[in-house]
């Protein structure tokens, strides 16, 4: 069968100066928002790049015509809020913990499951001097598929995972893929039971009210 998927340790510390990563840590986020868009001109839309690694397809329901995918999704930005002199501190990255930071509410819209969580409670972002946000996560979607199983068990199926903002349109939102080849299946691990035939990210605009419903 075949199918095409559009895709105890114990511290005493007694004092201490602190590293240059806490320094940055601390003049960045002195008196951040972590729920406002971070753009100084709120009338500028913030670019989204987006890419998606899919590391396994768990299973297919053909009666519940059901698709689970374990994935790592790749979100990049920049945070105009976030950024510091490198010369000063002679630091281009630190890593922080995602909560700390805005993150884009990207949701898969044609998801079974209503809560749309990833496997880590908190996972760690990259922050690069100039505001450029690295936010990676694995994640297990179950995504609705409409299935046609006239052929099994030689049955060729192609599912559809629709990402998308909930809460912004174009204009405060510009969704983009990462680059030419945003779909990446080089981790890919073959399920025993569906072949992967192909992999592919694409971008399309909705036309009509600013939100999804």
Known sequence: MKFSCFICFFCSVYGRNKG?????????????????RPVFDESKNLSLKIGIAIRQVESIEEKKQVLTTSVWMRQYWI?????WNHTKYDRDTISVPSSKHWKPDIVLHNSISERQGGMLSDPWSILHYSGLITYMFPVLYKSHCLLNIRFFPFDEQECILKFGSWGFDGKQLDIQLKDENPADTSNYSINSEWILVRLKMMKYAMNGNRLPW
């Not at 240059?20 to 406002?36: A, K, L, V």
């Open 79 to 83: 945070d105009e809020y976030l950024q």
């Open 20 to 36: 240059t990563e806490e320094q940055i840590t601390d003049e960045i986020f002195q008196e951040y928002n972590p729920h406002m």
